[in-house]
């Protein structure tokens, strides 16, 4: 559900942008990430850092966009957002900088207990590094090759259906891993 909730931002520019033009739907897209930022801080009382990097380069891409009337800028945003998060899961291998795998602090801080030895939450914590790396250069490859009206579609279903296959394998190989470890007790 927070996955499709993270996407509506992106659901609203592509709407924006099917009525009017990039611009109108960049401006669009930085009230909706604003919104969205308050309503989570309502509910939550904290933004997450991921949001909070997503949207401040939102912010930043978004604002450069409409100040210079420079399209490129919001299209940077995607490959730049990904490859930053790419980085974070990265660094967060070194055991100084907490010990665990960004990736199993953050699919654990629900108090759910998924139970992967050290190895592989490392292990899936590269995968999602991969899937950063990628998902950046698909954009980039996207928004260099293809017209304007292509990009807007790819950031919505492209990148939403490639994030959804992900984590679905994503499941599967946890499960597949999970059950394994149960199987030898």
Known sequence: MQLLIDFLPVAVFFVAYKLSDIYVATLVLIVAVILQSVVQWMRKGKLSTMHLISAALVLVFGGLTLAIQDKIFIMWKPTVVNWLFACGFLASHLRALGGRPLVERL???????????????????????????????????????????????????????????????????????????????
């Open 107 to 185: 699919m654990t801080t629900a108090g759910t207990e998924i139970g992967l030895t050290d190895r592989q939450w490392r292990h899936l914590n590269l995968m999602w590094v991969g899937y950063f790396v990628l998902m950046g250069i698909a954009n980039l490859i996207v928004f260099r090759n293809f017209d304007e009206s292509t990009w807007v579609n790819f950031k919505l279903f492209g990148m939403l259906g490639m994030t959804l296959a992900f984590v679905a394998i994503q499941g599967f190989w946890i499960a597949s891993r999970t059950r394994v470890e149960d199987a030898s007790k």
